[in-house]
Every structure is written in C-alpha cells, then in structure tokens.
C-alpha cells in the first residue's frame, strides 16, 4: 500500500512530465563528476572511460526501460559523460579561466580584442574604470583534491562551456567572453524579463481564445473564427460571437497560419528567456566565479539570423545550452574518419550530430503515458525529434545555395545587402512555418495550451477576464 504521496508522485511521473523512477536515474549523475575528479596518475583516459561509461549507460538503459522512456535530464547526463569522459581530455586540454588573484607561475589569460574593449569602461571624466571583471590567469586540472572540486563543478555548471579552454580553436577564440558589471548585467536582465513577460503574456493570451490550441480536430490551416472553449468565461476578442470586431478582423489580415506558428515561437522562446533570467539573475549574490554576470546573456544578436539565415539562428542566436554536448560527437566521428576541419563532410557530420542528438534529448519532455493524448507517447516523440531532424534539411538548402551564390559573377553585390537580409529572414520564417506545426501538434496532444503559463496576465485584465489565472 502506497502512500498518496508516492501515488500523485507517480501520476505526474507518468501522465505528465518524466522524472527520476528508480535508483539506477541517479547512477550518471554520481558517476560522472567522481569519474572527472579522479586525477590521471590514478586512471588513464582510456581506463576511466572503460570504466564508468558501461555502467554509465547501462543505468540509463535501465532507467528507461523500467520508467517507459527517456527524460531530458538523464539524456543530458549521459551525453555530457560521453563527452567529457568519452571524446574529451579534459584533465589535459581544459583550463579554467579564473577572475581572482593570480598565483605565481600561473597561464596568463590571452583576452579576445572585443573581451578586451569591453573590459576598459570609462566613466562621466574619461577615466578608466574597472569595477568589470577582468580575467587573471587559466586553470589546467588541479592536482589538489580541494582545489579540483570547485574545478570541476563548475565544468558541470558551465554547459555552454564559457570561461573555458578547451583546446578548440574558434570555441577558445571567443573566451573569455564580453565581461559586464553586475549592475549592468541587472540592467540587461530586467529588460530581457520584462520584454519577455509581455511577449509571453501576449502570445499565451492568443493561445488560451483560439481552440486551435485546445481541440485536436482543429487544423492549424483552419481560418478565423472558431469557437473557443474557454471565450465564455474570459475575452471575445477570438470568439466567433463577434467576428466583426476591430480586433477580429485586425487578426483576420494575416492567416491563421502565420499567427498560431508565431505563438508557438513566441512561446518557447519567451518561456526560455524569462526562466533563464528569473533563475539565474539571484545569483549574481554569489561570488565572481559563479556569478552570471561573467557570463554571456542566453540569446546572442538576431542580426545573426539575417547575416546566415538558419545557421545563424541556431548557431549564435538561439541559446547554445546544448551546442556542445550535442555536436562534439559528430565532431570526434569526423575527425576518427579524417576529414578536413570546417569542410562540408565536417560541416554536415556537425550538424547531424547536433539536431540528431537534440532531438533525442528534447523527446525525454514526452510522459510515459500523456493524459488526454490521441497519439502514443512514442508517436508525439518522433514529433517533436522530427522538428529538430528537419533543421538539418534546411541547413543542407542554405549551404547549396550560398554554394551557388559564392560561384556567381553577380551575387557579389547582393550579399549583405537590406534585399538580401530581407530574402534571408523570408527564407528563415518560412522554413520555421513548415516545421513548427510540428510542436504545435505534440503540444496540443501534451495539453500544454491548456496551462496559462504566468501567474499574473495584463491582457486577460484589460478584456475582463481574471488578471490572475492561477486563481481558483
């Protein structure tokens, strides 16, 4: 007889988002840092990898047979041992950038020109200030076991490897990266947070007025108006009761298509952003070692997009939490078959590598058995892994045409230029809108349009409904 607590504990694990299921879950999370902090005058690369990558694996094969699937945390771990463990000489080739006093006969920290710049701040007079963090020296393994814990706990932390060598050349070009204040990275955050609330009350807003979002007959290709479960109790603004008010027929310009992929996009990006802000932004407490201001912001300039369309979007722009783990792999493989660093075999073994393994890792948001859900949780898996998996047929398409631009005599003058910035963004979105119905399919079956997403909404108070949507 179980208690109701294990009981609602295993309902949320299986109807509604996966989670640790039985002792073997937590094997990849022990054995990973212990296996990084054994020094190699005690285990060998090849003998630590021997080691604790079976047990690695085996554990998460165990742990998805026994709770009916993979998890986004699990799948992440054992990624990242693969990697660091794996395909990485970390004890030999990382070095930590430190901000503290540097000790004698330390590696001085070679800055990157724009590191440097931002790190001379002047102030009202045109003096030099300092009160940026200014990196000192790098860090190889210690041979310290005090001194290799904080070592490599904050390789664990760091996923987007910032404040680290790692012996690759364009990754290490880039670091450290442009240091900030903490007042000016406070500055930065309530902007970010505060744009982001507004987007993702807007979008959310959107979602909760059109059943698109909540019936599962509805196509995304269905045109305005439809009638939504949930306009009696709030606003009409999407209600069929009134299709010819300002803002329905506002709404009405452009297709319904257009709007429910922008809100599937507005959606996740702004839940990113602000989740990102809100949970790292208290941090800044800590000391300069761990603090975020001594790292970059999670999204990087949208000029990247309009520079090199997709391969911008998800190479500098987009958040580059995984970019490591994910397409280190493909990397290691490229080089095992010696092929030419940066060259297109490179390239496209890169690529699969990174949108393969992404996709993997995002099917671990999928429960074992999704309530109220049509498909079958495997069927809204391969969903949502198709999404990432056709991020490789655009960036194939991109590289063919930039291919061909490059060999013609009058291209020169178009790329870079507004025109071709603005062809690039056409091209970006319109690849976007073939594939991100595909989320909006797998988060329609997962019921995710059904939760409102902030507990406090400015648009669902100005059309008199509850400013409080969590309120019973």
């Known amino acids: 007889m179980h208690s109701a607590t294990y009981d609602s504990y295993q309902h949320l694990i299986t109807h509604i988002v996966p989670g640790p299921n039985s002792v073997s879950y937590f094997v990849p999370?022990?054995?990973?840092?212990?296996?990084?902090?054994?020094?190699p005058s005690i285990l060998s690369n090849t003998q630590s990898s021997c080691l604790s990558l079976p047990l690695i694996y085996a554990s998460f094969i165990h742990s998805c047979l026994y709770g009916g699937g993979i998890d986004?945390?699990?799948?992440?771990?054992?990624?990242?041992?693969?990697?660091?463990?794996?395909?990485?000489?970390?004890?030999?080739?990382?070095?930590?950038?430190?901000f503290d006093a540097k000790p004698p006969n330390a590696s001085p920290v070679v800055t990157p020109k724009n590191a440097a710049e931002e790190a001379s701040t002047t102030d009202k007079h045109g003096e030099v200030t300092t009160s940026v963090p200014t990196p000192t020296w790098e860090e190889p393994f210690p041979s310290s076991v005090?001194?290799?814990?904080?070592?490599?706990?904050?390789l664990l932390i760091s996923i987007r490897l910032s404040g680290w060598k790692?012996?690759?050349?364009?990754?290490?070009?880039?670091?450290?990266?442009?240091?900030?204040?903490r007042a000016a990275y406070l500055r930065r955050a309530a902007l970010v947070a505060t744009s982001?609330?507004?987007?993702?009350?807007?979008?959310?807003?959107?979602?909760?007025?059109?059943?698109?979002?909540?019936?599962?007959?509805?196509?995304?290709?269905?045109?305005?108006?439809?009638?939504?479960?949930?306009a009696q109790s709030s606003s009409p603004l999407l209600s069929s009761s009134l299709p010819h008010s300002p803002p329905f027929l506002l709404l009405r310009l452009i297709p319904a298509y257009c709007w429910r992929c922008a809100s599937i996009a507005a959606l996740i990006y702004s839940l990113i952003t602000l989740g990102g802000v809100l949970s790292t932004t208290p941090l800044l407490l800590l000391p300069t070692a761990y603090s975020p201001h001594t790292y970059p912001m999670f999204f990087g300039p949208f000029s990247a997009v309009l520079d090199r369309g997709l391969r911008g979007l998800w190479g500098t722009w987009w958040h580059q939490t995984m970019r490591y783990s994910t397409s280190l792999p493909g990397r290691a493989l490229s080089r095992r078959l010696g092929m030419k660093?940066?060259?297109r075999g490179d390239f496209a073994l890169r690529t699969v590598s990174a949108f393969g393994l992404s996709g993997v890792v995002h099917m671990g948001l999928v429960p074992p058995e999704p309530l109220n859900a049509r498909l079958s949780a495997g069927a809204i898996r391969l969903l949502i892994g198709a999404f990432f998996?056709?991020?490789?047929?655009?960036?194939?398409?991109?590289?063919?045409?930039?291919?061909?631009?490059?060999?013609?005599?009058?291209?020169?003058?178009?790329?870079?230029?507004?025109?071709?910035?603005v062809g690039v963004l056409v091209w970006v979105l319109g690849f976007l809108g073939a594939t991100l119905p595909l989320l909006g399919w797998a988060g329609k079956e997962l019921g995710y349009f059904?939760?409102?997403?902030?507990?406090?909404?400015?648009?669902?108070?100005?059309?008199?409904?509850?400013?409080?949507?969590?309120?019973?």
């Open 196 to 230: 982001s609330f507004l987007l993702l009350d807007t979008a959310a807003f959107f979602a909760r007025h059109d059943a698109y979002f909540h019936d599962l007959d509805i196509s995304i290709t269905t045109p305005f108006p439809l009638p939504s479960p949930t």
């Open 389 to 421: 998996w056709c991020q490789c047929v655009g960036f194939a398409a991109e590289v063919g045409v930039a291919d061909l631009l490059r060999g013609s005599k009058g291209a020169g003058g178009i790329r870079g230029s507004a025109w071709a910035r």
């Open 166 to 181: 790692i012996g690759d050349a364009y990754h290490d070009a880039h670091q450290p990266p442009p240091p900030m204040t």
């Open 341 to 343: 660093p940066g060259g």
């Open 450 to 472: 059904a939760l409102y997403p902030l507990p406090v909404s400015l648009w669902m108070g100005v059309f008199g409904g509850r400013i409080y949507p969590w309120a019973r």
């Open 29 to 39: 999370l022990f054995l990973l840092p212990i296996a990084l902090l054994i020094p």
């Open 146 to 154: 005090y001194q290799r814990i904080p070592w490599v706990f904050n």
């Open 72 to 98: 986004v945390i699990s799948a992440n771990a054992v990624l990242w041992s693969t990697v660091l463990i794996g395909l990485q000489d970390i004890r030999g080739s990382y070095n930590r950038i430190r």
